[in-house]
């Protein structure tokens, strides 16, 4: 492969950028992500010209006449790739991957129906490339349940390590690197495949079921030349394919009396022409065919004239409700009425459409109305016909009357479907984008129509709908795709101060770097030390240094004149690698929570709308406040207030409108049977504990607020934010009430337990550390004090003071508690330690009055995996964590009350017996209905 001579080094600097963005992205990078660094690198301000400056055989031009969109990808050739200084040695391995695959479909033995699959793995270790990670296989497909109330299992943290801390040799970095940019590069070439995927924290890691007659010409494909010349001869003829197409399309025959008569002469259509009128009155309105045929196959072209503006005028007149005629009827229609006609809402059109119907109709309907002959008479049937075409296109511009047009109230956009919320639309109507492109319509019913836009690029479009002669307005819509990476931490603030005291007299030479954290739904802030910089904005990899340099104890303010707090007791230095966003924050889509609403008439249910977020790199949700919902049948259920409240038996429809996109509920009123399991809130994230108060339900979200479900009007809101108690504190874990409402909240990776007092509406709070030995696992509230079960199942009763005397011990190691005013029930699982086949829970039942000896409830049942327990009248409710059901014991038996949850958690009972299930897996509360 030779050199290419052709390109001048600000060329080849360019593709070496676009080239170097690639494999720092993995993916071809943005046109925003090229602008910015052509500008600050290279020092091009204009790069869009730049870029369009690059020849065809470098660069792939974008689709649209005027350039590169903001979210355009940009895409290098094959050649283009070969000009980069380290191109050359990634399209060897390319051409390698080629011939490998070749061999891998010839050589494979299995049945014609059995698709052939090229697998990164078998090709790295084909070429000897390690990709694997260094104490085992990767794995396109990795899952893991977390429990709710395993304390020993944290989300990582500067003072921890974690497995994706470990350390990745160079050498696999290197290799890993190669093998995503095959995935990448293959793009380029004629697909030989029928299908790819790929892990998208993993791109190294991906899969193509490859398609054997359009993998054939590659047996004589061979080296980096011959893909090159391969490449770009099916590029050359797929372009003279399309050309030819377009020119059968647009070309046509000439019509010779029209190239022989002489300039400035009318041309009649030939006599051979049969039904020539018929085909050139297609092109009218049917409503001005009617009006005006016979008169025009009368040759009375002013009489045909006459009709169709007099039938616009009457479509005027119904449309506007008056009697008027002439200029007093399109002054009152256009701007005297309360809601006038409008095709747009700028006042300029309003006034322009006033002047085109006024003169429209004073000319060609009133010049004719009062005389035996017009002062601008029609001599000729293309003169009539095309005075009678502007008639048409002044109906078809009031079929654009913004109240009677088919509108776009709203989108959703997910997996290729632009889903629109349409109102005075049929099941003909079409959706079309940016004016000129047709649509493929999915499905339709009243209110919403479904269109295919799975070949559209991403970015900001407009829409509108069209069913027959009515023309809606445009609708921006933004085709965003969703990076679909939920775990991400984000820079907040750099250059922190670290210090190695409480009192800041020691400045520690290392800084530190705020991050914005979210990790498995859970958001909060970490501060970590680092050597590097880094951008306010970016993304950052989690990583500790390869030095391996540690940093003892310190201490940061979380703001400028914030007092000093423990951050950590022990840190790795930080260098993770940083990304940029690819674009600005953008709204993706809204969604009601929950989506289905299962009510009995008179339930009072909170609801809320969440908008889902994206900037090209990350994705988050966000509350949306005073969303606007709008209930298809009051009569059924209705919202106000956030919340939705059931008033009769029947099923009805939610929808809310925010930003052009939309979102849907459904409601269904009726009388559902008892334990029926209820979606009360979804959208949370993972929900770790609930306890019932006298005023409505307490949530804890493994955050650091604390929210409250409202027993007197069923909203749901915030109710306190509690402070970490130590620099290990990850978070709220499990939340018991007292009888007045005192709570009482373990701590992720701390051992004390926080109580938040009622009567101040817990905004004051108090620390209980528990003065003895062991980490608390479950704790219930026994008058003042706390009854505690620790790790190694001794229960103690712990003042608030933290004085603790033992109460009782009990087999396993405790996961949850309950208890009235006699007894204590404590749910245990297998002690740690080698399995023995008889590893199963075991519920201990305690008399407050006498705690020894305890009996083991679940001693003749083989269960395991249950992790919540609540009292429910004389039955007790278990929660199987691993199986997703709610089991009731009673009189020594079990039987299952209902199934399908995500990992269901701590439970609690309200004052009605209602049921509340934390849903940990799936961050959601639902209901069993009494």
Partial sequence: MTQEAGLDAGTRELLQAVYALMKQRGDWPTFTAVDLWADRELGIEDAQAALLSVPEAYLFRPWQSHGFSSNDAVRLTLRGVAACDDGAEDLRLLARFAAWTVDLERNDTSPAETPVVAESQAFATDEGLHIDEPDGPNELSITGTPTASDSSVHAPSAASSDASDRDVPADVEVARGKVARIRVLADLLPGFWTSSGWVTEKPWLWRLTLDRPRLRPYRHVHGVDGLLRYAETVERERAAAASALIHGLTDTPSVTASAEAPRGTEVRLAPSQDHSLDVLLTLLREEIVDSCQAPLRADLYDEAIFAAFRRLEDEVQQRSGSSAIGDVLIKAAFKEKTNPIRISDRDGDMDRMLQLFAGAIGLFKGDRSHKDRPSLPCVSRRECLRILVHASSLLDLLDRDIERAPTVRGYQYGQGDLTLWVDRAGSQVRAWLDETVPLTTRSFRPGTLVADVSAVSPGEHRVHLVDGTRHGPAHTVWLVRDPRRSTWRRIVDVDVPLYGDALGQQLLEVSGVRLEVLEAGVASQRVVPTRETYQVGHYVEWRSSR??????????????????????????????????????????????????????????????????????????????????????????????????????????????????????????????????????????????????????????????????????????????????????????????????????????????ILVLRHADGYQSSEVVAPDAEGVPMAVAWNHDTLLTAMDDGAVYRVEMDGTAHEFTRVQGTPIAMASNADSLWILCAPSPGPATGQDYNKLWSIPLSDPNPASDLLHDHTLAGLNGITLAGSSILLGDFNGGRILSLHNNKIREVTAGLTNPGQLATSATNDIYIAEFGAGAIRRLLP
């Fill in 547 to 752: 030095s391996r340099e540690q940093v003892g104890p310190a201490w940061a303010r979380n703001h400028v004149n914030g007092p000093l707090r423990p951050v950590w007791d022990g840190s790795s230095v930080f260098d993770g690698q940083p990304s940029a966003p690819v674009h600005d924050e953008r709204l993706m889509r809204i969604s009601i929570e929950p989506g289905i609403l299962r009510l009995r008439r008179g339930d009072t249910v909170p609801l809320r709308v969440l908008g889902h977020y994206t900037d090209g790199t990350a994705t988050w949700t966000a509350l949306i406040n005073g969303p606007q919902v709008e209930t298809a049948d009051e009569k059924i259920a209705f919202f106000q207030n956030n919340v939705v409240r059931a008033k009769d038996p029947g099923v009805t429809v939610l929808r809310c409108q925010h930003n052009g996109c939309y979102a849907e509920a459904r409601v269904d009123v009726a009388a559902h049977p008892r334990w029926t399991a209820t979606e009360l809130l979804t959208g949370l994230p993972p929900v770790s504990g609930i306890a019932w108060t006298p005023r409505g339900l307490v949530v804890s979200t493994r955050g650091r607020n604390i929210w409250r479900l409202d027993a007197k009007d069923g909203a749901f809101r915030m109710i306190s934010a509690v402070p970490p108690v130590s620099p290990n504190d990850q978070g709220t874990d499990t939340v018991t009430a007292r009888a007045d409402g005192e709570l009482a909240i373990r701590v992720v990776g701390d051992r004390r």
